[in-house]
Structures are given as structure tokens and as C-alpha cells.
């Protein structure tokens, strides 16, 4: 009843940039807090960036400083913005939301598919 749907990922050098996209839809009242995780090969699944529905916002500190994550209430959509990449940072991206759901008036949690970012040295 509720999708999200990550965009963005791809292939970049060391140095480059590249903006994530995650749009949630569906049986949608209003949604809580939204963040990224990562998950590199062979390691857990780790928060990067959350941010709240009012807008306040927290980092893991290996990338404050060259990410922003940022959020459109009206398009119930959250964004990455990622700078500076390292090759550390390759992993699949997940987004994550806490969802009150207008089908139910209950409050659950859901996650994107995923989406690959490669950053090459």
C-alpha cells in the first residue's frame, strides 16, 4: 500500500557528485522521519542522513560535511545530495520512512528497493 521508489545511483569518479532520489506513494497520511542507509559489500547496513518532518537533520560523521539530505513534504519525496565522493562511499542506497497510513491510521516503517552508487578512484 506504500512504495518507495529510490532514483539517482550510478557510476562517478572520486571527487564527483551525484543527487538520490526517493519518492514514496500510496496510502499516505503523513510521514514521519525519512533517512538513508548504505550497505557496502561484505559490511552492515548503515545509517548515512536522517531528517525529520520539520526538517532537522543528522549525519553520520563520515560524510557531514559533503552530503545533505534534504525533503519535499508536498511531493512526500527525500533527497541525497552527495559531494565530494570517495570510493568508500560505493554501497546500495536504501531509503527509509516512517509512514501514518491513511488506510489504516496506523504508523509503519517502510524502505526503498535500492539503488547502487559506484564512486571509482
Known amino acids: 500500500q506504500v512504495q518507495l521508489v529510490e532514483s539517482g545511483g550510478g557510476l562517478v569518479q572520486a571527487g564527483g557528485s551525484l543527487r538520490l532520489s526517493c519518492a514514496a506513494s500510496g496510502s499516505i497520511f503523513s510521514i514521519d522521519n525519512m533517512g538513508w542507509y548504505r550497505q557496502a559489500p561484505g559490511k552492515q547496513r548503515e545509517l548515512v542522513a536522517t531528517?525529520?518532518?520539520?526538517?532537522?537533520?543528522s549525519y553520520v560523521d563520515s560524510v557531514k560535511g559533503r552530503f545533505t539530505i534534504s525533503r519535499d513534504n508536498a511531493k512526500n519525496t527525500v533527497y541525497l545530495q552527495m559531494n565530494s565522493l570517495k570510493p568508500e562511499d560505493t554501497a546500495v542506497y536504501y531509503c527509509?520512512?516512517?509512514?501514518?497510513?491513511?488506510?489504516?491510521?496506523?504508523?509503519?516503517?517502510?524502505w526503498g528497493q535500492g539503488t547502487q552508487v559506484t564512486v571509482s578512484s
Open positions: 527509509n520512512a516512517d509512514v501514518w497510513r491513511n488506510s489504516d491510521w496506523s504508523r509503519r516503517n517502510y
Open positions: 531528517i525529520t518532518n520539520g526538517g532537522s537533520t
